[in-house]
């Protein structure tokens, strides 16, 4: 096949709306450090009710607890310039602790956090604390956005915290992942308007299962998964560490989507439908398109998530 990834990355980009959240991570961006943990906190305690607290799970949380001890034993003072430390990426020894974790990790530790700020445990963001019209701003932004779109810069701000080495290995990201509980198995039977491909049937149905080598042995061995906002994440054996820490639980409803096959025989299809995260199960329903590129023996060479900007562009499959 002649496709390169950087032709890959760009089929069907003409049916692609662009996404408000890049915008709205960079307008947050601009907040001092107080104000990004206040905008924050309000935001979250406007969405994160809805946080499914067996996905946090006790094993998870067994990852984050000696950071969690650590800073329940300090003045409160120190726990804020602590939180203020990780929102500004300053490279201080619990901050390297917090940039240590998985993402997973990171997201169990501070909704912790936050439960032990509302018990008064954590010293909680000041009762005299004003709003600026930056925070406003910022807020209103984040109020325009669909649910999906709101946890997804909620996960974006937590994950960028702490501070990151570049060079030392990260101890959880090397350990296996907590499991994360399906209360009910995923769909299993998935009828996709428009698509009997069956190699895309299958990768829907393999992470469904959290079968993730039966999803590997449908890509090729230089094949190619763009997560949102990422880039591409090439070869399976990087795939493989990719799914396993980050593509548990989801369930998948891909619902319709378009398929052209290619005078090679190689194919190009975009599905759009929902993806639910376990971290808010049926809660939250995120629109999602999958842009595959399949090469003539079936095998898929680029698959792309994409946060898709509205609901009307899970309609916005027109042939070309
Ligand atoms: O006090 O086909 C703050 C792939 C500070 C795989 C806080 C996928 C202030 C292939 C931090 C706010 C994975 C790519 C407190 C598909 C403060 C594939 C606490 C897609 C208390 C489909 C904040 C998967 C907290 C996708 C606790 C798209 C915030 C998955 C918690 C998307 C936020 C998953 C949480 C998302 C956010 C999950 C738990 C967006 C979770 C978001």
Do not use: C, H
Not at 74 to 86: G, I, K, N, P
Not at 156 to 176: I, L, Q, R
Not at 244 to 263: D, K
Not at 280 to 285: A, D, P, R, S
């Amino acid at each position: 096949m002649t496709y390169t990834l950087e032709s890959a990355q760009n089929i069907f980009t003409d049916t692609q709306v662009p996404s408000p959240i890049p915008a709205t991570i960079a307008l947050f961006e601009q907040l001092n450090v107080d104000d990004k943990l206040a905008l924050l906190w309000y935001a979250y305690t406007e969405m994160g009710r809805t946080i499914t607290p067996a996905a946090v799970g006790a094993a998870r949380l067994q990852l984050a607890e000696g950071l969690l001890n650590q800073v329940k034993q300090m003045s409160a003072t120190d726990q804020t310039q602590f939180m203020r430390d990780l929102a500004s990426r300053a490279n201080t020894p619990l901050s390297r602790s917090y940039g240590f974790f998985s993402v997973n990790t990171k997201l169990a530790f501070w909704y912790e956090l936050g439960e032990l700020m509302k018990q008064g445990v954590v010293a909680p963001i000041p009762a005299e604390y004003q709003m600026t019209p930056g925070v406003k701003a910022v807020l209103a932004a984040i109020q325009q956005l669909d649910p999906g779109e709101q946890i997804t810069v909620l996960r974006n701000a937590v994950v960028d915290m702490g501070y990151e080495d570049a060079v030392a290995p990260s101890p959880t990201e090397t350990a296996d992942e907590p499991m994360f509980p399906r209360t009910e198995p995923a769909p299993t039977k998935l009828k996709v308007e428009g698509i009997t491909d069956s190699t895309v049937l299958s990768y829907f149905a393999a992470l469904n299962a959290d079968d993730f080598e039966a999803a590997l042995a449908l890509f090729t061995p230089d094949g190619a998964l763009q997560p949102p906002f990422q880039k591409p994440i090439v070869g399976p054996d990087a795939i493989a560490k990719y799914m396993r820490s980050e593509a548990q639980g989801l369930n998948l409803m891909p619902q319709q989507g378009i398929s052209e096959t290619l005078p090679d025989g190689s194919k190009q299809l975009k599905i759009t439908g929902v993806v639910q995260t376990p971290w808010f199960g049926v809660n939250v329903g995120m629109n999602i398109g999958w842009r595959f590129l399949l090469n003539p023996q079936g095998k898929i060479f680029f698959v792309a998530i994409d946060m898709l900007a509205s609901p009307q562009e899970l309609l916005n499959l027109r042939p070309r």
